[in-house]
């Protein structure tokens, strides 16, 4: 009897999927894959979990992974090239590690050498392209990273055939109206996309902002993808973290924590304070908004119709399901309310004394 039910549930569930779906067995005798192209990209998964992102941990490399994703996606222009030219190719394509000699020196890339440097080993060992590699170690990254969303990843960029142009990556003493123009130019994206997009930097940190203290954190917990980052930003800021004066850095409230002037200015600019105030405690929409942003970043100025979706092959990201908290010893009285709109959502202060950020292993 009990068989009996056991072997119709089995087959009415079998029954079920193969009306939606028809999955075949991959090469390798342990995965399936809806389209037999995503099966390849299995080994590389189980590859850079173990040897780039330390057996899965959400660090350093899974951070820089993630900034990787955007620094190369975003050299591409709707409106002009490098020498004035429209080029419609070029955003996700690879070109910062194909073209490492050319990107890899711009400004704005600063630091990014030691990702490139980290991940050439892993394309040159396995049939991906960079462009490719690139998306797809951000989105399997991020999933070691507790609350991340379980990103789109479409497979088939071809290899890039030139450099991106200096100047597509915003700088954080940028103005909210040249962030904001960049990123319309780069993809259409809007201003609650750009601050959709800015929930990566709650699993960040700046090595090179101020280069006394490697490794200091945007928020007080750089390796969970909770809404911690908006909340922080919104404080009162009160020191720097190290020394003063540097470029693209403001006041943050926590010792060892340090504030990009970007982000201060994003969260506190009318067009944009609303949407950034939304993902404050707000774990789920947080995490779709920044899935949607994503899902156009990773594939700009690439052709859609020849890419297949290998959105299966993510692994689920680890949950998270704590509340966010005003650092200890911080109340309501220390944000500065910037969305005219709505009040700052009502959060309670983490106990005990005031604590400082622990910097991010930098090993
Ligand atoms: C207004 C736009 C942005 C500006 C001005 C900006 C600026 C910066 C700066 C200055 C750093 C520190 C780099 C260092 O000193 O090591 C940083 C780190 C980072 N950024 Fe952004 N960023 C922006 C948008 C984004 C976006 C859209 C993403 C991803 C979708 C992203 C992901 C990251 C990550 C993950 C890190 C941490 C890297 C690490 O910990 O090693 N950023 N960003
Ligand atoms: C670019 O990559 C090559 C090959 O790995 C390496 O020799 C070179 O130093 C890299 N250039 C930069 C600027 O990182
Ligand atoms: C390499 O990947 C491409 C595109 O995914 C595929 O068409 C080709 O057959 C692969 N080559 C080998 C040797 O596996």
């Known amino acids: 009897m009990y068989f009996q039910l056991l072997a119709a549930v089995a ?29 390849a990209l299995f080994p590389i998964i189980d590859d850079i979990q ?12 899974v951070h820089e992974s993630l900034r990787l ?20 190719r070029g955003g996700a ?13 711009f400004h704005a890339n600063n630091g990014i050498d030691e990702i490139v440097g980290e991940q050439q080993p892993f394309i040159a060992a396995h049939n991906i392209t960079a462009g490719d590699f690139i998306q797809l170690a951000g989105a399997v990254g991020i999933t070691n990273c507790p609350g991340a969303p379980q990103l789109e990843f479409m497979f088939g960029r071809p ?18 109206d040249s962030i904001l123009a960049r990123f319309a130019d780069a993809g259409g994206f809007t201003p609650a996309e750009v601050v959709a997009l800015l929930a990566s930097h709650t699993i960040a940190a700046a090595d090179k902002v101020d280069p006394t203290i490697p490794g200091t954190p945007f928020d007080s917990t750089p390796s ?37 002037q970007s982000d201060s200015e994003l969260a506190r600019d009318s067009r944009t304070a609303c949407s950034w105030q939304a993902n404050v405690n707000q774990q789920a929409h947080m995490a779709a908004s920044f899935k949607a942003a994503m899902a156009k970043l990773a594939v700009l100025g690439q052709d859609l ?19 966010a ?20 959502p009502a959060l309670q202060s983490a106990p005990g004394p005031v604590t400082s950020v622990a910097p991010v292993s930098v090993y």
Do not use: Y
């Open 11 to 39: 087959a009415s569930i079998g029954a079920s999927n193969a009306a939606i779906t028809r999955r075949v067995a991959c090469p390798d005798g342990v995965h399936t894959a809806t389209n037999a192209a995503c099966c």
């Open 50 to 61: 173990t040897n780039l992102f330390d057996g899965g941990e959400c660090g350093e490399e």
């Open 69 to 88: 994703t955007f620094h190369d996606a975003i050299g591409v222009s709707m409106s002009k090239g490098a020498a004035g030219q429209v080029f419609s």
């Open 93 to 105: 394509d690879g070109s910062i590690i194909t073209f490492n000699d050319t990107e890899v020196n």
């Open 159 to 176: 290899t890039a055939k030139a450099p991106a142009p200096d100047l597509t990556v915003p700088e954080p003493f940028d103005t909210v």
């Open 224 to 260: 969970i993808f909770d809404t911690q980052f908006f909340v922080e930003t919104q404080l009162r800021g009160t020191s720097f973290p190290g020394t003063g004066g540097n470029q693209g850095e403001v006041e943050s409230p926590l010792r060892g924590e340090m504030r990009l």
């Open 305 to 323: 119709s020849t890419m297949v979706d290998c959105s299966e092959v993510i692994p689920v990201p680890k949950p998270f399901t704590g509340q």
């Open 325 to 344: 908290m005003l650092p200890a010893g911080l109340t309501e009285n220390d944000i500065e309310q910037a969305c005219a709109s709505t009040p700052f």
